[in-house]
T-cell receptor, first 116, second 112 residues
Framework: GAVVSQHPSRVICKSGTSVKIECRSLDFQATTMFWYRQFPKKSLMLMATSNEGSKATYEQGVEKDKFLINHASLTLSTLTVTSAHPEDSSFYIC????????????FGQGTRLTVV | AQKVTQAQTEISVVEKEDVTLDCVYETRDTTYYLFWYKQPPSGELVFLIRRNSFDEQNEISGRYSWNFQKSTSSFNFTITASQVVDSAVYFCALSETGQLTFGSGTQLTVLP
């Protein structure tokens, strides 16, 4: 199957700083990327959908200014958690979809963010 | 709107027992995909299976088997002869356009 690489896998940052998480499709062009968040012992909740070259569509309740998503190329999307606070600590995972296979998406390895 | 229900929050079995994880879904589309993922304590999502809505044939892969019943909108997952390494959270998910809707997950604990 297609490979999606997410980096970093773990990050610890100080409260008030910003953290950038990268999601790359390694062997296909990802026209759409999805960002999910998972709270401890909870399911994965969709945060936003981004299409290459356009603004991301955020789910209700997700702060756009807090979670900046950029999808500038067909192989890279980034999620930046701005002015991080301890409540932003979570597991973030991306998935990427090729426009040719719209009912299938491939997941990155996830990023565990801890804000101290 | 699509919805996935995993009614079993936690299941605990003894090694070598068989266990079935239930998944019920709701969708208005006729074309969709169903998935099962395993999430071990390390956190990454491990893909187990994808089934499209037009293929109701049950599948077996080693100790894993899946029963897809469109009539009851269910896609159940059975592990036979469970092992301690099977302990993880298992998620069922539904996709219509590539965006996945996940169930709440079932925490499976296999005791030695």
């Amino acid at each position: 199957g297609a490979v999606v690489s997410q980096h970093p896998s773990r990050v610890i940052c100080k409260s008030g700083t910003s953290v950038k998480i990268e999601c790359r499709s390694l062997d296909f062009q990802a026209t759409t990327m999805f960002w999910y968040r998972q709270f401890p012992k909870k399911s994965l909740m969709l945060m936003a959908t981004s299409n290459e070259g356009s603004k991301a569509t955020y789910e209700q309740g997700v702060e756009k200014d807090k979670f900046l998503i950029n999808h500038a190329s067909l192989t890279l999307s980034t999620l930046t958690v701005t002015s991080a606070h301890p409540e932003d600590s979570s597991f973030y995972i991306c998935s990427a979809r090729s426009g040719q296979r719209i009912t299938e998406a491939f997941f990155g390895q996830g990023t565990r963010l801890t804000v101290v | 709107a699509q919805k996935v229900t995993q009614a079993q929050t936690e299941i605990s079995v003894v090694e070598k027992e068989d266990v079935t994880l239930d998944c019920v879904y709701e969708t208005r589309d006729t074309t969709y995909y169903l998935f099962w993922y395993k999430q071990p304590p390390s956190g990454e999502l491990v893909f187990l299976i994808r089934r499209n809505s037009f293929d109701e044939q049950n599948e077996i892969s080693g100790r894993y088997s899946w029963n897809f019943q469109k009539s009851t909108s269910s896609f159940n997952f059975t592990i036979t002869a469970s092992q301690v390494v099977d302990s993880a959270v298992y998620f069922c998910a539904l996709s219509e356009t590539g965006q996945l809707t996940f169930g709440s997950g079932t925490q499976l604990t296999v005791l030695p």
